[in-house]
């Protein structure tokens, strides 16, 4: 069975702070890896995926995350945080047709 | 570029009565999926769709049924409806090959339909 955890339901940081959100994965296979972005009352973005190839994956509005089978990790980041970057964040694993989604990070940007 | 639609985005029905969601995926896209968020939840797969049959199922009650249509699109039934039935819809659809590479797993989302149960 797969399933996702996210570390930390809620993760505040400053303007301009580097943005660290945790995902640790269980798969039996070699999973595929998302992260949503939920902004308040909208539907759920994809900002980045790892499907195969490259370990370190860039995405959309600046994130980045990086797969690491030994640590069973895919941690998201952004080296300089924005207002507009709050929002919820779910963390996603797949290798058949459905995703499995973490319980999501609330991340708020103080000014 | 199209997104997936869904319609509509709010719905109150009162307990027992029925719903129907519609869900119109992304040009070329033969797989659909249908996920449920409660309120401070994360989504959970309900049922999904490829080329009209279903392919896989979760938590889906026997009181809910969907299909896929001839077009692609998709609707969710929801009968004998229950106050924790009240939560975010999503549909979701993908490509299962885009001619380069295969793509199913990478789920496009609508805006959601809403729907409270009073």
């Known amino acids: 069975a797969q399933s996702v955890t996210q570390l930390g339901s809620h993760v505040s940081v400053s303007e301009g702070a580097l943005v660290l959100l945790r995902c640790n994965y269980s798969?039996?296979?070699?999973?595929?890896l998302f992260w949503y972005v939920q902004y308040p009352n909208q539907g759920l973005q994809l900002l980045l995926k790892?499907?195969?190839?490259?370990?370190l994956v860039k995405g959309i509005n600046g994130f980045e995350a990086e797969f690491k089978k030994s640590e069973t990790s895919f941690h998201l980041t952004k080296p300089s945080a924005h207002m507009s970057d709050a929002a919820e964040y779910f963390c996603?694993?797949?290798?058949?047709?459905?995703?499995?989604f973490g319980t999501g990070t609330r991340l708020q940007v103080f000014p | 570029a199209a997104g997936v639609i869904q319609s509509p985005r709010h719905l109150i029905k009162e307990k027992r009565e029925t719903a129907t969601l519609k869900c119109y995926p992304i040009?070329?896209?033969?797989?659909v999926y249908w996920y449920q968020q409660g309120p401070g939840q994360d989504p959970q797969f309900l049922i999904s769709?490829?080329?009209?049959?279903?392919?896989d199922k979760g938590s889906i009650p026997d009181r809910f049924s969907a299909q896929q249509f001839s077009d692609y699109h998709s609707e969710l039934n929801m009968s004998s409806l229950e106050l924790g039935d009240s939560a975010l819809y999503f549909c979701a659809s993908s490509q299962y090959w885009t001619g380069q590479t295969y793509a199913k797993n990478i789920q496009y989302f609508g805006a959601g339909t809403r729907l409270s149960v009073l």
């Open positions: 769709f490829y080329e009209k049959m279903q392919s």
């Open positions: 040009p070329r896209h033969d797989t």
């Open positions: 798969s039996s296979v070699p999973p595929y």
């Open positions: 790892y499907t195969t190839g490259a370990t």
């Open positions: 996603a694993v797949s290798n058949t047709d459905k995703l499995i």
